[in-house]
């Protein structure tokens, strides 16, 4: 991110904090996709996780941090969209959907595995394996110690391997 734009947004110029939030809107939108599985929920979060950014905009610190301070805004309206009672109620109209038209594909098997994840072990995975980060990096991203960080991304793999013991390695740890 732009260091200087970041400072100008933060200094209440709001045409420079559009900038950022324009070039950070398809990311945050991938990763809160992500988290809840749901596209509509996803948009809603990010925009409210935006207004909430530009309402806090003075606690970003570090104007080389603006990407990883936004996703943390992200990731808790995330957490916050799954406890709305609709986010349940279209969850459950899901799994429904889900048992009357079953698929036998890899990627959906995958898919389902995944959306029984809470979203705190999805957004482990997303980082590291999409964002293609570090779990040093996953830990400040998510503003929680490494150990926390190994720790989810290992549950997280197990859980993936007792939800797909056909396509899951023998060791959860493992990687290829």
């Not at 809160?32 to 929920?41: E, P």
Request: proline residues 5%; positive net charge.
């Amino acid at each position: 991110m732009d260091e200087e734009l970041v400072a100008r947004a933060r200094a209440n110029d709001a045409a420079a904090f559009e900038d950022l939030l324009r070039a950070s809107a398809r990311p945050m939108l991938q990763f809160a996709g992500f988290v809840l599985h749901d596209l509509g929920a996803a948009e809603d979060a990010v925009q409210e996780a935006f207004v909430i950014a530009w309402r806090q905009r003075q606690t970003l610190r570090d104007a080389t941090a603006f990407t990883p301070w936004l996703r943390k805004i992200v990731l808790r309206e995330c957490l916050r969209w799954r406890r709305h009672p609709m986010f349940r109620a279209l969850a459950l109209t899901d799994r429904l959907v889900a048992r009357e038209a079953p698929d036998a594909t890899v990627h959906v098997d995958i898919s389902r595995a995944v959306k029984r994840l809470t979203p705190k072990l999805r957004a482990v995975i997303f980082l590291h394996f999409y964002e293609d980060l570090t779990l040093a990096q996953v830990a400040t991203e998510l503003g929680i110690p490494e150990s926390t960080a190994k720790t989810r991304l290992y549950e997280a793999l197990r859980q993936l391997q007792r939800a797909l013991p056909g396509y899951a390695s023998s060791n959860p740890g493992e990687q290829s």
